[in-house]
């Protein structure tokens, strides 16, 4: 790995931009908005692209072809995190005492409750690389599909395995679930719309360059 200030985890050179590899991916990535669990941009998202690992696009791209002719596109929220986006979130949770987002993503709990239930770590899988969320946008109708819980609710609800919802809403996650799975990716207990590539290129590095398209091109 060539090394960037003496610092490999400022290396971007094994990252793509995803939609460069998956022309036909829509994105909204929150953490670059205000629109998410903290209510304000997140440290490190200086462009609203996803960047992940060659590895993670290639498969990505093998689960985009495989649900197009289903008629449906993916959409992806968050790919690679920046370590120091990380970081924002654990001060946000345990110093912080902002709840202004509580009634759209955490209303059942109290920001503390967030780490014991798995729902914030010190340390994201996103920062390895190879991690994404996202979800299902229906061709047909142009609109993401019901998954029974919006993305980043912080509750039981949002576990993919979840009966409470409608057999249609556990059948859409599952949709989701096995076109990621058959192409190497692995769900999480408690997040519909979190995937990891099981053999991830660097299960040992935490990146900390920023998601930016420019930066990449360096």
Not at 89 to 101: A, H, K, P, S, T
Not at 188 to 205: A, G, Q, R, S, V
Request: net charge negative.
């Amino acid at each position: 790995m060539k090394v960037y200030n003496n610092d490999p985890a400022m290396d971007p050179s094994g990252f793509v931009v995803l939609a460069d590899f998956v022309p036909s991916v829509i994105q909204e990535i929150r953490y670059h908005s205000t629109y998410n669990f903290i209510g304000e941009r997140i440290d490190g998202y200086e462009e609203p692209c996803a960047l992940i690992t060659i590895e993670a696009a290639r498969a990505l791209k093998d689960v985009s072809n495989q649900l197009f002719v289903q008629g449906y596109r993916l959409k992806v929220f968050d790919a690679y995190r920046p370590a120091c986006a990380v970081k924002q979130f654990v001060l946000w949770g345990l110093e912080d005492q902002d709840i202004r987002m509580k009634p759209y993503f955490y209303p059942q709990q109290q920001k503390q409750e967030l780490f014991e239930k798995g729902y914030i770590a010190s340390r994201s899988s996103h920062s390895r690389g190879s991690a994404v969320d996202l979800t299902l946008l229906d061709m047909k109708t142009g609109k993401e599909v019901d998954m029974g819980s919006p993305f980043d609710l912080f509750s039981e609800l949002s576990h993919p395995d979840n009966k409470s919802i409608s057999q249609e809403q556990y059948e859409n996650r599952m949709t989701l679930q096995r076109a990621m799975m058959s192409a190497g990716f692995e769900p999480i207990y408690c997040e519909w719309w979190h995937f990891m590539l099981k053999n991830e290129p660097y299960p040992d590095t935490y990146f900390e360059f920023p998601v930016s398209a420019s930066y990449l091109k360096r």
